[in-house]
């Protein structure tokens, strides 16, 4: 298959994480919106041009308090930085279908490189003729790297939040007609 360009699903898609609360649970979240741009083979990644952009606003961990806590300049800060970007500048095949995939993370005003696996799960035509294909994807980010060191130390001696925050993706594509 050629290089073509992907638009992203989103109703097929998701982009959740989850972070330590209390060193005893996970909080699980999610963003709802979020956009990206994909050049690529999808059978091989290795030369594909791959950006998104995440709305911040969007995030929901199912709790109106901590979301809107979240969004203000304890975390966030989302009035200065309202997106997460990032852009793929290594792709790098590891095993059948599965890439590490490196690229630049901006997020609070800091740029870092970060690597996610990625692997690529098919591509079907739907019922109307549509070419659908299908990706998921794992990483983490440390959320001190980015300046967002908001928390509280606990009277056992431990933090109220983490510093790992694991990311999931799951995203469906479709194909573009060719201009």
């Known amino acids: 298959m050629a290089a073509s360009t ?4 989103t109703a097929h898609s998701s982009l959740d994480f989850s972070i ?10 999610t963003f709802h919106h ?26 929901d961990t199912r709790n109106k308090d901590r979301d809107a806590h979240l969004r203000t300049a304890d975390f966030f800060d989302i009035e200065k930085f309202p ?17 590490a995939v490196t690229g630049d993370v901006t997020l609070h005003g800091v740029t870092r490189s ?15 003729g549509n070419i ?23 009277e056992t001696g431990g ?7 694991k990311i999931s993706i799951e995203l469906e594509a479709s194909q573009q007609p060719e201009a």
């Open 6 to 9: 992907w638009i992203i699903d």
């Open 20 to 29: 330590r609360h209390l060193m005893v649970s996970n909080v699980k979240g």
């Open 34 to 59: 979020f956009s990206a741009k994909v050049v690529a083979d999808p059978e091989d990644l290795t030369t594909a041009e791959i950006e998104f952009a995440i709305d911040l606003e969007s995030v």
């Open 83 to 99: 997106q997460l970007l990032f852009k793929a500048n290594q792709i790098v095949r590891t095993k059948g279908d599965e890439y």
């Open 114 to 128: 970060e690597t996610f696996s990625v692997t690529f799960e098919g591509t079907e035509k739907d019922p109307w």
């Open 132 to 154: 659908k294909t299908g990706f998921s994807g794992k990483g983490a980010l440390n959320r001190s790297d980015y300046g967002l060191t908001y928390n509280a130390v606990l």
């Open 159 to 165: 933090i109220m939040v983490g510093d790992q925050v």
